[in-house]
């Protein structure tokens, strides 16, 4: 099993790792060259746990860490760093200190505060961190990854207080008939085309077809917005890029209102780039929510006064890893970012008919509009709900000083339990979007709330649908 081959290899770094520091010269010496079956391996005093495994990195890890080690904790026990690279994830020290948190296949942490520790890991275990954060604590994502030490570091510390706002909720002429034209069948339509990808992960061909789908479907629906256009955010780090769609503000154009979600989609222990990971729920629906607001501010050539840009994150599901990056991008960018929302599932009505706010990594001022925006405009009641240490984009947002909030699909008991597996389905959610109509609609006012109609825009455009811009 590949599981018992990590552990083997776990055990031989650090087996090798002591016996390089005491004598690394017979130790690598003895080696063979490359890529030897275990017949082959025979260094004196060393296990046969190669099973076919490339041991020489390992080794040469060790040699140089075995020649650094004037450092005075000794050879470090870090899990190992093969040729697929490192990353560095951050994980709550309220996961870390609960029982389950005990058998997170971490290692050793290189560095801790009161608040998160921080760990180096191989890239290609993140799908196991992310199912055993999901299987332990029913988590979407649950940790921060990065590419880089110092960015993790960052997450050690408490991020920034927000301050967002103000924010006000008085443009009822404008919202009421934009949220009649929400439609189940649309918000279905969109969830049924994602699911259909064998997956949406963040290496697999299928994960950055879909987002090249996503960035289509938005730029046909948005047409009829005045100066609407879509672009790929691309990563160096891994295939699948994220997508923003921009409806410029004609009056504050520097002032931008977000509306996100996550595009991708994982399953399971292994997951990886075969496996079969749906997301009907996680998070097909909350793109799903994303291009219903998005067909509807086009249908109506809707001109905000502030910009507004909708946002597919890639790479959630493997450490928040896509949104990190956007959200960094805007840290001295001259932007101004009003009010961030995040949909990330919203289609299991596991608690019944409500939206649940989140309360915790969210800007509080926001939050509180968005229970009004809820009362005003969707036809559900307003609800709270926390869900912990990097949970999902949001936490994003709000790790590099920007005001975010999120809208959840029930109480975070009671959410879906079928995701990261290939039984999330749009079945298993009871095979319709129903759930999701009402976080369509605060997708929609939190749009032209927030970003607020253009003094040229006529309250007409709200009524009348712009001609060419529907489907
Ligand atoms: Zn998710």
């Keep these: 099993m590949a599981s018992n081959r990590t552990l083997k290899v776990l055990s031989f770094v ?102 998160a520790s921080v760990f180096r890991v191989a890239e290609d275990r993140l799908p196991q961190i992310a199912a055993q954060m999901h299987e332990k604590f029913h988590k979407c994502g649950g940790f921060f990854a990065h590419s880089t030490q110092a960015e993790a570091e960052a997450d050690l510390k408490a991020p920034p207080s927000t301050t967002g706002g103000p924010y006000s909720v008085d443009q009822a002429a404008w919202v009421k008939p934009m949220v009649e034209r929400v439609k189940e069948a649309e918000l279905r339509s969109t969830i049924e085309t994602l699911a259909g ?30 100066g609407a256009s879509v672009r790929l955010f691309n990563h ?49 629906s909350g793109i799903a929510v994303l291009t219903e607001a998005v067909r509807i501010l086009g249908e109506r050539g809707f001109r905000p006064k502030r910009t507004i840009q909708v946002m597919g994150y890639a790479a959630e599901e493997v450490g928040l890893r896509g949104s990190a990056e956007v959200a960094k991008s805007y840290q001295g960018s001259g932007a101004k970012v009003v009010g961030v929302i995040q949909f990330d599932m919203t289609n299991f009505a596991g608690s019944g008919e409500a939206i649940y706010l989140l309360t915790d990594n969210v800007d509080s001022a926001l939050t509180t509009y968005l229970a009004k925006l809820v009362d005003a405009y969707t036809g559900v009641g307003a609800a709270q709900t926390r869900c912990g240490y990097g949970c999902s984009d949001h936490a994003s947002w709000t790790r590099s000083g920007f005001p975010a909030s999120a809208a959840f699909e029930s109480a ?60």
């Design 197 to 226: 990808y064998n997956n949406r992960y963040y290496t697999a061909d299928t994960g950055a077809a879909a987002a090249n789908w996503i960035a289509g479907r938005w730029a046909k629906l948005a047409e009829g917005a005045p």
């Design 14 to 115: 650090a087996g090798a790792a002591a016996m390089a520091a005491a004598a690394p010269t017979t130790a690598v010496a003895a080696l063979p060259r490359d890529n030897a079956g275990s017949a082959a391996f025979a260094a004196p005093g060393v296990p046969d746990y190669d099973q076919g495994v490339r041991t020489r990195p390992y080794i040469e890890e060790a040699r140089s860490r075995a020649a650094a080690a004037a450092a005075p904790s000794g050879v470090e026990l870090v899990p190992p760093a093969p040729e697929d690279g490192s990353v560095w994830i951050s994980v709550g020290k309220d996961d870390l200190s609960h029982p389950a948190g005990m058998s997170l296949p971490l290692g050793v942490p290189v560095m801790s505060s009161a608040r």
């Design 236 to 284: 160096s780090g891994w295939k699948q890029p994220s997508v923003i769609l921009t409806i410029p503000g004609s009056e504050s154009p520097q002032e931008v209102v977000v509306l996100g979600g996550h595009l991708d989609s994982i399953s399971g222990y292994w997951g990886g780039a075969g496996a079969r990971a749906p997301g009907a729920d996680d998070n097909a």
């Design 412 to 471: 975070f008991d009671t959410m879906n339990h079928n995701i990261h597996s290939d039984k999330d389905t749009l079945g298993n959610s009871g095979g319709n979007a129903e759930h999701s109509v009402a976080f369509a609609k605060l997708a929609v006012a939190f749009a032209v709330e927030t970003a607020k109609p253009a003094g040229s825009a006529k309250l007409a455009d709200a009524a009348q649908p712009k001609g060419g811009a529907s489907r």
